[in-house]
């Protein structure tokens, strides 16, 4: 099926567009690797996350950023052509620039990576303990690292399992959190932090000295955990941040989704978690994320 629709789109590049034969020949070719690709014979819809997947093979394959440029640019054009025909519903390729260079897309752990990871982390301590709730929280939530320390106790509702987060010159905004990251959290709020905190500290995670910890003493636990293997480079607040969208996209989660829960799009002030919207927002999460 898909084969008459790559028909149809040759004849709209050969009669609309005036391509060149260079042009359509290459389009053509990178339209049916892509299809090929995910076995698709009857439908031509695909997911974004279908198009992340495909995007993380081009960057293994080490190819010139003008060439996986092209490809994007092909599929691009092709999805915008089928949505005009009604063939599909939307434009997967919409929200991916045809310019990025997939070789240049930052590394994303596999979620082995990540059970290693935690794994590693030594609990018997109270410093251990914030440790592991703090890089649980992150993977689970997304969080930036400024928004990491400004949270509160009263920020965390133990009750439904989800999170205020507030971020300077950004608006509040309420993320479920997942079974890993609330156990951690909850059994550092009980035996960790009590022994931390000296001067009736609101924070919710503190330094040795019972204050508030900083960018710099987050960055620093990320820098430590590693300390001495291969993954050191690469574990650090961001590459959490990166990891935790693309097991989400790659899970089936609706991307808009995962923008909401980071916290990259326009919310009201204040939003508040209730009824359907609530419900339908940890029901996607809970489906998507690794260790929710």
């Not at 050969?14 to 439908?43: G, V």
């Not at 079974?179 to 960790?192: D, I, K, T, V």
Request: hydrophobic fraction near 35%; charge should be positive; charged fraction near 25%.
């Amino acid at each position: 099926m898909y084969q008459e629709w790559i028909i149809k789109f040759i004849r709209y590049l050969q009669i609309e567009k005036q391509a060149s034969q260079h042009t359509i020949r290459n389009y053509q070719r990178d339209i049916s690797d892509f299809l090929d690709f995910f076995c698709l014979d009857k439908s031509v819809e695909v997911s974004y996350s279908q198009v992340r997947h495909y995007m993380e093979e081009l960057r293994l394959m080490t190819l010139e950023s003008s060439t996986v440029a092209r490809k994007l640019s092909a599929l691009r054009t092709f999805y915008n052509f089928l949505l005009r025909e009604g063939a599909v519903e939307q434009n997967p390729f919409k929200m991916v620039s045809v310019n990025c260079s997939v070789n240049k897309l930052p590394p994303v752990f596999y979620e082995e990576e990540i059970t290693e990871m935690f794994q590693s982390v030594n609990t018997n301590s109270p410093l251990g303990k914030r440790n592991l709730a703090i890089i649980e929280l992150i993977y689970s939530t997304g969080l930036r690292v400024n928004e990491c320390v400004n949270l509160n106790i009263m920020d965390y509702d133990s009750r439904i399992g989800t999170l205020l987060v507030n971020s300077e010159g950004r608006k509040e905004r309420y993320v479920p959190v997942g079974s890993f990251a609330r156990e951690a959290l909850e059994a550092y709020m009980e035996s960790g932090r009590p022994a931390l905190n000296k001067n009736s500290e609101k924070a919710l995670f503190l330094n040795n000295r019972g204050g508030r910890l900083s960018d710099r003493g987050i960055r620093k636990i990320f820098s430590r955990l590693l300390d001495g293997t291969a993954d050191t480079a690469r574990l650090n607040p961001r590459s959490l941040r990166e990891a935790f969208a693309a097991h989400m996209v790659r899970a089936g989660a609706d991307s808009r989704i995962v923008q909401e829960i980071l916290g990259n799009n326009g919310l009201p002030n204040s939003r508040v978690y209730s009824g359907a919207a609530e419900n339908k927002l940890k029901e996607i999460y809970n489906s998507a994320h690794p260790r929710a």
